[in-house]
T-cell receptor
């Protein structure tokens, strides 16, 4: 079994804390992505990475950070600078332009 | 950020009815993708389209890549209760890594 694995499924954060969401893939995808989804809304791109050690800001990057030290891993850190972090976060991967994008099962982040 | 116009936003239909939804864009796309998302889960790929005019089926689902390359359509025939969910379209322009997603069509099937 494999694919794109996100953890944890549910995460609670106290205000002022940083938290990191994990995303691992065994599909040999060059590109990886993080999206945010608010209840009843569509997907908004936070960051994406085309290749190891490189990443690009998406439409809503403020308050988030990422790293891509390994091809298989693309963790997302939600920093205390993100004022409204409660949302459903989706990680995805793709072989690149012209290819399909596949999603993980998502992680729920709630600020308490 | 840019999002695709997807319609309808939501629909209630009777079991057994056919369903149609579409996405339109101001940009030309080289790839169109259709996904279904159930509550609390990640989107699952239904159909991928790579060529203008292409018509592709997956069981009761049929999707088409519009001739203008600015739109795409998804049809579901003989709907069943498990078709309930949110359907998203996504488009990608040539040579880019970014995918643009539609706003979603929320489908509810009445038994």
């Amino acid at each position: 079994d494999g694919g794109i694995t996100q953890s944890p499924k549910y995460l609670f954060r106290k205000e002022g804390q940083n938290v990191t969401l994990s995303c691992e893939q065994n599909l040999n995808h060059d590109a990886m992505y993080w999206y945010r989804q608010d209840p009843g809304q569509g997907l908004r791109l936070i960051y994406y990475s085309q290749i190891v050690n490189d990443f690009q800001k998406g439409d809503i990057a403020e308050g988030y950070s990422v790293s891509r030290e390994k091809k298989e891993s693309f963790p997302l850190t939600v920093t205390s600078a993100q004022k409204n972090p409660t949302a459903f976060y989706l990680c995805a991967g793709s072989r690149g332009p012209g290819n399909t994008i596949y999603f993980g099962e998502g992680s729920w982040l709630t600020v308490v | 950020g840019q999002q695709l116009n997807q319609s309808p936003q939501s629909m209630f239909i009777q079991e057994g009815e056919d369903v149609s939804m579409n996405c339109t864009s101001s940009s030309i796309f080289n790839t169109w993708l259709w996904y279904k998302q159930e509550p609390g889960e990640g989107p699952v790929l239904l159909i991928a389209l790579y060529k203008a005019g292409e018509l592709t089926s997956n069981g009761r689902l049929t999707a088409q890549f519009g001739i203008t390359r600015k739109d795409s359509f998804l049809n579901i025939s003989a709907s069943i209760p498990s078709d309930v969910g949110i359907y998203f379209c996504a488009g990608q322009t040539s040579g880019t890594y970014k995918y643009i997603f539609g706003t979603g069509t929320r489908l509810k099937v009445l038994a």
